[in-house]
C-alpha cells in the first residue's frame, strides 16, 4: 500500500515566481491549517482563560462568594494560568452543588463548588502546625491545588495529551509541579498546605481501617496523595523540603526515590505540556503570585 504522505501530488515549484504570488500561496496554506479539522496546536493561542462568580444558591455560602469577589481570585488565577496556550477558552467557575462539596472540569469548564471551599474553610488548622504550616496556608493550599488538578484534567483533554497511569494522579501531578514553579517560599507554603488538605495531621504510624471499596476509588487515598505531593515536592528540591522527611511526614524509604520520581514528572511536562505554554508570560508566573498573595494570606489569617 503506498505511503498516503509520498502519494499526494506536491507543488510544482514554478508556480511560486513572484513575491506576491508566494504571499497568495503562503497565506492560502496558512488558512488551510487554521481550518476546521486542522491539530489544535495549531489553533492554540494564550490568554485563553475566562471565569464567572456564579451567585450561590445557599445563603451559608454567601460569604465565600463574597470574599472569592473581593479578592478577585479568578481574576488572579486566570492571570496566572494566562500562559498556557489552548485551542478554545477554558472556564473557571465557582457555584452552588446542591450540597456536593466537590470539584470537576467538564466541556472546557472547571466547576469548583461552593460547598468544597466551604469544607476548606472548615478543616482549616486554627493553629500554626509544625513546619511553620499557618491558617492561610491550609486555606490557600487546598483551594489552589483543586483549580489546578482541574486546569491538569482540562489540559489533558483539551491539548490531547496522552496519559499512562491514572488521569487523578496525573492532575495531582501537574497541579504539584505548577505550585512548585510560584517561587521556592510560596510552593513550600502551597505544598505543605495542599498536603495538611490530604491528612498531613495524621499522626506517623496509626493504623487505619476502612471498607475495602474506598481502594476502588479513582483517586488515590487522601494520604497517599499527600505524600505523593511531598515527594513531588521532596524531589524537586531537597534542601527546601528537608524537614518533611526529618520530621517523618514522608518516609526515609520513599524518598530516597522521589529525586527520580521529579525528573519522570518533570521529563513529561516538558515534553508534553512545555510547547503549549507562552514562554514569555510564564516567565513572570512567581511576579503574578507574589503580587496578589500578600492581601490574601492576611484575610485568611484568622479564623
Ligand atoms: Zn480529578
Known amino acids: 500500500m503506498p505511503d498516503p504522505v509520498e502519494s499526494t501530488p506536491r507543488p510544482n515549484r514554478s508556480w511560486c515566481r513572484t513575491l506576491a504570488l508566494c504571499a497568495a500561496m503562503a497565506a492560502a496554506v496558512i488558512v488551510t491549517l487554521f481550518a476546521a479539522g486542522a491539530p489544535a496546536s495549531a489553533r492554540s493561542k494564550s490568554n485563553q482563560i475566562q471565569y464567572e462568580y456564579v451567585p450561590p444558591k445557599d445563603p451559608a455560602h454567601q460569604a465565600i462568594y463574597d470574599q472569592m469577589k473581593q479578592g478577585r481570585a479568578l481574576e488572579n488565577l486566570q492571570e496566572l494560568l494566562s500562559p498556557l496556550r489552548l485551542p478554545y477558552p477554558l472556564k473557571l467557575t465557582v457555584a452552588g452543588c446542591d450540597g456536593v462539596p466537590n470539584a470537576w472540569y467538564s466541556n472546557e469548564v472547571v466547576k469548583v463548588c461552593y460547598e468544597l471551599l466551604a469544607e476548606f474553610l472548615k478543616h482549616a488548622s486554627k493553629q500554626e502546625l509544625p513546619m511553620g504550616i499557618t491558617r492561610a496556608d491550609t486555606i490557600l493550599g487546598p483551594v489552589l491545588d483543586v483549580f489546578l488538578h482541574e486546569t491538569g484534567h482540562a489540559v489533558y483533554d483539551m491539548l490531547q495529551i496522552p496519559i499512562l497511569g491514572r488521569q487523578e494522579d496525573a492532575a495531582d501531578q501537574f497541579a504539584a509541579y505548577v505550585m512548585l514553579r510560584l517561587g521556592k517560599e510560596e ?42 505531593v511531598l515527594c513531588i515536592a521532596y524531589g524537586a528540591d531537597s534542601k527546601l523540603f528537608a524537614d518533611v522527611v526529618e520530621l517523618e511526614f514522608l518516609p526515609k524509604k520513599r524518598a530516597e526515590l522521589c529525586p527520580y520520581e521529579y525528573e519522570d514528572l518533570t521529563f513529561a511536562m516538558t515534553k508534553l505540556i512545555g510547547p503549549h505554554i507562552d514562554k514569555r508570560r510564564a516567565a513572570k508566573f512567581h511576579e503574578v503570585w507574589a503580587r496578589t498573595v500578600t492581601e490574601r494570606r492576611a484575610r485568611l489569617a484568622r479564623p
Open 187 to 228: 510552593a513550600r507554603k502551597l505544598i505543605l498546605g495542599a498536603a495538611y488538605g490530604y491528612n498531613i495531621q495524621m499522626p506517623q504510624g496509626v493504623r487505619v481501617t476502612m471498607e475495602v471499596d474506598a481502594f476502588s476509588n479513582e483517586h488515590s487515598l487522601p494520604a497517599q496523595r499527600a505524600y505523593n
